[in-house]
DNA sequence: AACTGTGAAAACTTTCACAGCC
DNA sequence: GGCTGTGAAAGTTTTCACAGTT
């Protein structure tokens, strides 16, 4: 039997379960309830049982979960119990904001350089990384053995970036820029975009003036 | 009959469809059909044709719909076609790079005024706009109306920034920090958040290693 | 002929509910 | 008694496929 395809949506809450799990295991917590996973994270106990069924039994019945061993076995699934070097292209103000973020180099996230093609910022070290020539690009990758790229560049340097990041050898990019980028199906690419959930807050926010179909 | 939910699913590719029909319509084109609007964007004609059914009829049998008009409607269901009014909390690395994204302006979304608790940073001006104390949130609040907050303090002051703005007024909050936010049901919450993503990222690049079951 | 709008089918995700184990 | 693991049911989202309109 082959794993399942497992849904974002299970990865995501898989990640969250972590980061709970790791706080009960600094609190000194030896043992959670799926229900208790559940209450703290914002989802049922069923989903949480669920989720973790994809990968295995991991609780006792009666018992529940040994907090120490849940985490680990998560960090292994997730993939997250290593280091992972990153390259980031884009040395402007999200990058620079990505750069000082020190819980990403503590998570196992490690940015090691920093591209952009400005030659006002190339040579200089921007929150302890250097900045580095795009140019350089596919040799650094290659060399350091970066295998998640960041684009934050403007939008309309995008694409390019990430062609550059996969053709270097990247397996996935977390993308920033407001762009849909266009990629081959073994990359893996997320994206983050403010726009996209400021207009969703505004939708939230808006009341319904749509037209409508009459009623009976 | 009354608008049925509208799934986060469609508004996300609502504001997707919005942002090509803008550059669409900078380019001059003036019609557009589903399955155009589909391969820019990523998904099926059929998505497309769904996702405006939600709210209406908008487009011709036969020939597609009419780009400028699409806009406004889509401006319209969205509730992007007006001001709104930010509140931004916490001026450090992840606010400044808000701050500075001019894109959130041109689209609508003015930051009024970024609260810190550092007396450092109180009184400064970042990115044009001024820094105040977090004692002064409910009155600014108030005083200039802001109807949308973004937290982007540290994970340990988040709470309590929810908590401030939803009680200074605030209808809606963009979360950077990496917590769950605890909120009443009628103000709306969405959440970005970096590490998970990267997360997702290391899932999907990592070996399947998990516990299986034995074939047949 | 081209393309929309939409019920119905398929695919996917969550919840239910309970057997099984501690 | 308490809690997990999991099939089955319910709910949600996407895709299909075609009638209807220009």
């Known amino acids: 039997m082959t794993r399942p395809r497992i849904s974002e949506f299970t990865v995501r809450r898989l990640s969250v379960y972590l980061r ?7 609190g000194g917590q030896e ?14 106990s069923a989903q949480v049982r ?13 018992q529940g979960y040994t907090v120490s061993a849940l985490t680990a ?9 290593r280091r992972w070097n990153v390259a980031l292209v884009g040395a402007g103000r999200i990058g620079t904001a990505l ?7 503590r998570r ?4 090691a350089a920093a591209f952009d093609t400005d030659p006002e910022k190339i040579g200089t070290t921007v929150q302890g990384v250097e900045v580095v020539s795009m140019d350089r690009l596919a040799a650094v990758v290659a060399e350091e053995q970066l295998e998640i790229g960041i684009i934050a560049t403007p939008p309309e340097a995008a694409q390019e970036a990430a062609d550059r990041l996969a053709e270097a050898g990247v397996r996935g990019i977390l993308n920033f820029a ?6 081959d199906g073994d990359l893996a690419v997320r994206s983050m975009d403010v726009a996209l959930e ?7 926010l808006t009341p319904d003036r749509s037209p409508r179909r009459e009623a009976g």
Chains 1, 2 share one sequence.
């Open 20 to 26: 709970l799990l790791r706080e009960l295991e600094a």
């Open 108 to 111: 196992g996230f490690h940015i």
């Open 73 to 81: 076995s998560l960090e292994e699934i997730l993939g997250v119990g």
């Open 178 to 183: 407001p762009v849909r980028l266009e990629t």
């Open 198 to 204: 400021l207009e969703a807050l505004s939708f939230a």
């Open 50 to 62: 669920k989720d973790l069924s994809h990968f295995g039994s991991f609780g006792k019945r009666g």
């Open 99 to 105: 750069l000082g973020y020190r819980d990403m180099a």
């Open 31 to 44: 043992v959670v309830s799926s229900q208790e996973l559940a209450d703290l994270t914002g989802t049922s």
